[in-house]
């Protein structure tokens, strides 16, 4: 047995024991076609970057498991293909998350950077252990102080500031769960415009089910996620619309500006996260964005 260095995903999913037990009955096979569609289409399914397909290598090591109501994706960083190990996770972790909501679900979880033995089957080792502990609050995936390092050292070795990395109102760093590229959606085919509404209207309908007092804890979850959506309509200049306007965004800022020596004035890491059509007027100055 020997443990190496893996970058690993732990998604806690929101109500999935609840779900699998309704796919069990035959009165409601569009659930039991949903998953399915989960755990033979979406997560075999190949990474992409910036909208162009590529496969992952079979030696990659990339895997995902399942446990009860959880599921975990990790790959090795010793395996160098074109993906960096922490960003082929972090990709495969929001394609799932999109197919979860696609069935009304939520996704808790963390991802950290760590000693890890892997088989086909199991999983067990201090990098997994602490993806495991992450945050249990919001329905947010966050990164783990090792898994921050991680995407700092590939950073600082000229890999780009993915924007499906954001930071959230407490300053950590999370993935964008529901990125709109088209190639995460649960639907290759589908569009973001078409899923989006969808989103909303599975959002909005568990808020307006969870209006009782009983359900306080499960409504601030779909609340803190709407606000999400609205970053995310905000940010990406999206057609769909919001859900409520007063419920505002969770404050967002898809990574900070770099801190960098010389000029104030040059911008290019921007472009890595600026979405296609939309026009950003930057400040002089190296507050936060």
């Known amino acids: 047995m020997v443990f190496s260095h893996y970058a690993v995903a732990y998604l806690d999913i929101l109500g999935f024991s609840e779900f699998v037990k309704e796919a069990e009955d035959n009165s409601r096979p569009e659930k039991l076609i949903a998953l399915k569609k989960l755990f033979e289409e979406v997560i075999p399914r190949e990474i992409s970057i910036d909208g162009k397909n590529a496969s992952y290598p079979d030696n990659m090591e990339l895997?995902?498991?399942?446990?009860?109501?959880?599921?975990?994706?990790?790959?090795?960083l010793e395996v160098k293909g074109?993906?960096?190990?922490?960003?082929?996770v972090s990709i495969k972790a929001i394609q799932i998350s999109h197919s979860l909501l696609d069935m009304g679900l939520l996704v808790r979880g963390g991802i950290a950077v760590g000693n890890a033995y892997q088989t086909n089957s199991n999983i067990l080792g201090t990098g997994y252990q602490e993806a495991v502990k992450m945050d249990k609050g919001a329905p947010q995936i966050t990164l783990a102080e090792s898994a921050e390092k991680e995407l700092g050292n590939l950073i600082?070795?000229?890999?780009?500031?993915?924007?499906?990395?954001?930071?959230?109102?407490?300053?950590?760093?999370?993935l964008n769960s529901i990125?709109?590229?088209?190639?995460?959606?649960?639907?290759?085919?589908?569009?973001?415009?078409?899923?989006?509404?969808?989103?909303?209207?599975?959002?909005?309908?568990?808020?307006?089910?969870?209006?009782?007092?009983?359900?306080?804890?499960?409504?601030?979850?779909?609340?803190?996620?709407?606000?999400?959506?609205?970053?995310?309509?905000?940010?990406?200049?999206?057609s769909s619309i919001p859900i409520d306007d007063e419920l505002l965004t969770v404050s967002i800022n898809y990574l900070n500006p770099p801190d960098t020596e010389g000029s104030s004035t040059s911008f290019d890491w921007m472009k890595h996260f600026t979405a296609p059509g939309m026009k950003i007027q930057f400040n002089s100055t190296k507050e936060k964005n």
């Open 156 to 174: 600082k070795c000229g890999r780009p500031r993915y924007s499906i990395f954001a930071r959230n109102e407490q300053g950590n760093i999370i």
């Open 82 to 88: 074109s993906y960096p190990a922490l960003i082929a």
């Open 63 to 76: 895997r995902c498991l399942s446990f009860s109501d959880s599921i975990v994706v990790s790959a090795p």
């Open 179 to 238: 990125h709109p590229e088209p190639t995460y959606m649960p639907d290759k085919s589908g569009t973001v415009a078409e899923y989006y509404k969808k989103y909303r209207e599975i959002i909005f309908g568990n808020l307006n089910k969870l209006n009782s007092q009983e359900h306080s804890q499960a409504k601030d979850k779909w609340i803190w996620f709407a606000r999400l959506f609205n970053a995310n309509i905000k940010y990406f200049s999206l």
